[in-house]
């Protein structure tokens, strides 16, 4: 697994993610990840 320590916001995090898979991801989806721990939210920021 690589670690980026970059943080994004959830818009942001959805752009980037939308761009690397091909496929339309949403802020919800991104939200969905944070609520089910799939992802780390610090303050309004995604840890990716």
Do not use: C, D
Request: proline share 2%.
């Amino acid at each position: 697994m690589i670690i980026n320590t970059e943080l994004l916001t959830i818009k942001e995090a959805s752009e980037w993610a939308t761009i690397h898979t091909g496929k339309q991801v949403t802020p919800s989806n991104i939200s969905y990840l944070i609520q089910y721990g799939r992802v780390k939210k610090m303050g309004v920021m995604v840890l990716l």
